[in-house]
């Protein structure tokens, strides 16, 4: 699996159509299959913006993303993207949020409770499994939107400075859970 950008560019317009910022300029890129490669900038530089196209929820102004050489028009279930914000659906449970996208795809109850069960202990979230995002602190629901990322079994994972808000120990244990992530299901990885 290997991930590219060829001639990234965007460029927003103000209403009037006078006012232009370019955010990205020709960007080009290769990653191959299994690469960690982070994205370094000032803040407000187009680094979230560049994730956003690369994840499908923005258009680029010109240039390609392609996945394996082809075009990537529909990335359903290939790119997965963990937010700055934490992103979870507040009328869901921790687990509930990290079964999602096998909901979606139609996997059985039980083995969605199973596997969600057991990222929420490989992201040392075990015991939280029935709290609503309201009653858990922000890194836990970060790594309730890490976990939920990596349940789909994206192609890609795109991640928007997903550890900004965690103390040591559970930025230490989810590093090493999508470390081994990266490793077992060798995905490529942004951040």
Known sequence: MSLSLVGL????????????????????CHIE??????????????????????A?????????????????IDRKGKIG???????????RTARKNIEFPLEIRGVDKAERKRTAMAYLEKFGLKGAENKYPG??????????????TLIGEPAVVLMDEPLV??????ETTCRNSCSRYGSKERKSSSS
């Open 9 to 28: 560019s965007k460029t927003y317009t103000g209403d009037s159509g006078a006012d232009r910022t370019e955010v990205l300029q020709h960007i080009d």
């Open 81 to 91: 993207l963990v937010f700055q914000e934490y992103a979870l659906f507040s009328w």
């Open 165 to 170: 808000p965690w103390t040591a120990k559970p």
């Open 135 to 148: 009653a858990l602190s922000g890194g836990m629901r970060q790594r309730v939107a890490i976990a939920r």
């Open 56 to 72: 499908g929820l923005e258009k680029a102004s010109d240039g390609q993303v392609l996945l394996n050489g082809e075009n990537l």
């Open 33 to 54: 299959d299994g690469q960690f490669v982070s994205i370094i900038g000032k803040s407000g530089c187009g680094k979230t913006t560049l994730l956003r196209i690369i």
